[in-house]
């Protein structure tokens, strides 16, 4: 069979969750949810569990002999290091970026790796972006919103000069979306369900709207989750677009045609989900992913989905398109 390549798994270091306990506060807060786990909380909202599989490169690599996973992009999951002021954003980044670096240095036929950035402190993360690369990094990953804040933000701009500069693909990962409290995401932990693949769509589309594929014209964007909502609700975009004069303030095209300039993961789950992703990106463009080892990760099953696609598809998204996409 041919290569697989996970561009979707993260990874965490005791030294990450001992800075963000001590410097995450009032926002981000630990404590314990149903079942008995601790969780991560933004305003008292729960929305990412740290398992002991994401401090363990050991077990990670025979979970992936298991299921016949090949390369896994390791990346900073949520909330990565948006918090606790500009040193210790840095040194957060640090810390993480010099650990996937390490693990790839260890396994260099196993492990890649997407480096992290204190992305609203850009005298700070420029020069982490260039540090990251001259050690190995294959690529960057964002979250969605930056402490609230749009990545169409000007405030942005130099980072996305600098990555766009270099061809680099980025990973867009979703977090807890701005208003979590107030949107009542507490009770039923809602913000994994409904919240990350909101964040998601309103962080792609609101590129798209702004003409951010216009500017940035290299770099390649990946939107996780199968692209959140968006291969559902692309069309209410076009409509939109051809409707409603602000949504042509910056852009002459409709906003489907940028779907083809947009890559997204596999990490949906089911078969019918992940059919329309493809049919929304196109075969080119969708890459496996797992969400390994987060609680709601499912590395077999996602992989099962792409190898029941059509002959077509299945091997450029199970590793052919990363292959190209980051240049292994």
């Not at 496996?288 to 792409?306: A, Q």
Request: aromatic share 8%; glycine share 8%; net charge negative.
């Amino acid at each position: 069979m041919s290569t697989v390549i996970d561009v979707h798994t993260h990874c965490l270091t005791e030294a990450w969750f001992k800075l963000l306990q001590a410097h995450g506060g009032p926002r981000y807060t630990v404590r314990q949810v149903r079942g008995g786990m601790r969780a991560i909380h933004l305003d008292g909202a729960p929305f990412m569990t740290p398992v002991p599989a994401m401090f363990d490169y050991d077990l990670r690599l025979r979970t992936m002999d298991e299921v016949g996973v090949d390369v896994g992009i390791v990346s900073l999951t949520c909330p990565n290091c948006y918090w606790g002021g500009a040193d210790v954003s840095l040194q957060a980044a640090r810390v993480m970026n010099d650990d996937m670096a390490a693990a790839r240095t260890a396994h260099p036929d196993r492990i890649r790796w997407l480096a992290s950035l204190p992305w609203q402190y850009s005298e700070r993360a420029l020069p982490e972006l260039e540090r990251a690369l001259a050690t190995g990094a294959s690529g960057v990953m964002v979250l969605a919103n930056v402490d609230g804040n749009s990545l169409t933000d000007p405030a942005f701009d130099s980072i996305w000069q600098a990555i766009d500069a270099r061809s680099l693909p980025v990973l867009v990962h979703p977090t807890a979306p701005p208003g979590v409290a107030d949107m009542d995401m507490v009770r039923f932990q809602l913000t994994a369900s409904i919240g990350f693949t909101f964040d998601t769509s309103l962080a792609i589309a609101r590129m798209i709207y702004d003409g951010f594929f216009d500017r940035y014209r290299r770099l390649r964007i990946i939107a996780a989750h199968g692209g959140g909502a968006l291969p559902y609700l692309v069309s209410r975009m076009d409509q939109c677009y051809d409707n409603i004069p602000a949504c042509r303030e910056r852009i002459s095209a409709r906003p489907s045609e940028y779907m083809p300039r947009i890559y997204a993961d596999a990490v949906v789950f089911s078969s019918d989900v992940l059919e329309l992703c493809v049919k929304s990106f196109g075969a080119d463009n969708v890459l496996y992913g797992s969400d390994y080892p987060h609680t709601i990760g499912d590395m077999p099953g996602c992989l099962k989905r792409v190898n029941a696609l059509p002959d077509t598809a299945r091997d450029k998204v199970r590793g052919g398109n990363a292959l190209r996409i980051f240049g292994l």
